[in-house]
């Protein structure tokens, strides 16, 4: 159809991964309210590694699920997005691998790893560990969030904290928080405990990571508010 809402969910499909289940449920939510088909095309990571699996998108999302089948196919789907100004999703792996895309490739860290997707580079030639255990073990389950004013996730939600789900157990190395946020990377969205949860591009129609999922609400039948967002700004 003319006007339909093309978006690439870049990761590897599995049944078990509740997000999985709950994104295409998320996107026929909001497709109800903008009274256009919505389109989620799944984009295995490693079909991710060419150019041409981006062709007809209005979107890229980068789903839960990590550790990827390919690290370079997700990267490249990142770097696309964020390189044509193309808007962009990532949850839980997705934020990982957002940061991890930036602080390669937009702050020129060539020896940032992720210390899950690259455990057997972590300790070789002093890599940069961008992305490490997060120091409470394993985030699972709802928890509250707190929304950075002025910006688009903050926008997304109109609120100034919300509740959201959780099921990771890696985030951002503290030791580069700052740097990393220094420049058009902004801080969105911490935890109670002031740890970071989230992350958008300034300069970017749309470019937000989250490490919690957002799309888990389809799950009981609540709305996502940013998931609401992150498509109106595909049809945009």
Known sequence: MANEIVIGLVGDRRDSVPAHTAIPLALERIASGLRRPVIGRWIPSEAAESSSAFAGLDGVWCVPGGPYKSLAGALGAIRFARENRIAFLGTCAGFQHAVLEYARNALGWADAIHAEAEADDSAANGATQVITPLSCG??????????????????????????????????????????????????????????????????????????????????????APLVDAFVRACAG
């Open 138 to 223: 394993v985030l699972a389950g709802e928890g509250d969030i707190w929304l950075v004013p002025g910006t688009r996730l903050a926008a997304a939600y109109g609120a100034s904290n919300a509740s959201e789900e959780y099921l990771c157990s890696y985030g951002v190395n503290p030791e580069f928080r700052a740097a990393l946020a220094a420049g058009p990377l902004r801080e969105a969205a911490t935890d109670a405990q002031g740890d970071l949860r989230a992350v958008e591009l300034a300069d970017h129609p749309f470019f937000v990571a989250t490490l919690f999922q957002p799309e888990r609400a389809a799950l009981k039948d609540r709305p």
